[in-house]
C-alpha cells in the first residue's frame, strides 16, 4: 500500500513499506532520462544525489542525515528509498508550534543537530546548496538533513543560482562564482532567523530587496527591533546571526565557527 507524498513534472514521491523488511519508507522515481542527464529542478538531478549517498553511506552514514536505503531502475524509471522520518519537514513541525516559531533554546538545539549533519558532509567533500526548512526532515524528535539533489564537491568554487531564493547567500543570486560551504552557511543563518521569528528575513539576498540590503548597516537587532521582536533573541544568538548572515562570504563563520560559538553554550 502506497500514498503520493508529492508529484512534479520530472518526479513523484510516494509513502509505503519496505518489502522485505515492512519498514515505513519514502521512494522518490524519476525517469532515467531525466535522472542521469536531465534537469528537476534547478539542476537536482538523482545523479547527484546517489553520488552524495554514496558518499556518505561509506563514511558511516550520520544521525543527523537521511540517508537512501537502496537504489535500483526498473525499465525507464530510476527510483531511491529512504527511511521515512515520522514528523514530516521542519517547516510543517514548526506550522504546530504556538505563533508557528521556536524558542530561541529550541532553534539553537535544531540549528546544533543540522551543523552537525553538515559538518559531517563537508568532511567528506560535499556541500548541501539547498539548506532550508522544508529540506530538515522530523524523525521522533531528531531532526536530519535530507534531500542532495543540488550538491557538489565542497572543496571547489561553483556557480547556479540554486534552491529558494530567501534562503540563497548574496554571493548566489548576484551569480557569482562561490564557495559553496559558506553559501550553505549563509541558509542556515536564514534558517535560524525564520525557527526564531517564524518569518523569512526578505525575498532574496540582494540590494534591491529593503529588508535584507540594511543588514549590512543595522544588523540582524535593527530588523528585529523594526519587527516588534527584539526580546525574542539574545546578545549571543544575535552576534551569531550577524557573522553566519555576513554579506561577503570571507567575513562569514564556518561550520566549526557555529558549533563553538557562545550562542551554543550549556546547551
Known sequence: MSRELSLTATSRVRFCHD??????????????????????HDNATITRELWANTQLIQAGGHPHLVL????????DTVHIMFD???????????????????????AIQVLRQVVHGLMFMAARGIAHRDISLENILVHNGVCKVADFGLSVPGDQMTTGCVGRPYYAAPEVMAGKT?????????SLGVMLFIMITGSP??????????????IPQVGVRGILLAWGMGDLVSRATEDLLNRML??????????????????FRGG
Open 246 to 263: 555576513a554579506w561577503d562570504p570571507a567575513d562569514r563563520l564556518v561550520m566549526e565557527d557555529i558549533v563553538s560559538h557562545q550562542a
Open 178 to 186: 562561490y564557495d559553496p560551504l559558506l553559501a550553505d552557511v549563509w
Open 201 to 214: 528575513i526578505g525575498e532574496r539576498a540582494t540590494i534591491d530587496d529593503p529588508r535584507f540590503s540594511i
Open 68 to 75: 537512501m536505503r537502496t537504489a535500483w531502475q526498473a525499465k
Open 84 to 106: 521515512y522520518c515520522n514528523q514530516g519537514d521542519l517547516y510543517s513541525y514548526m506550522q504546530q508550534m504556538p505563533k508557528q516559531r521556536m524558542s530561541e533554546a529550541l
Open 19 to 40: 518489502a522485505k523488511s515492512l519498514d515505513p519508507v519514502v521512494v522518490k522515481s524519476m525517469p532515467a532520462t531525466v535522472a542521469i542527464a536531465g534537469r528537476d
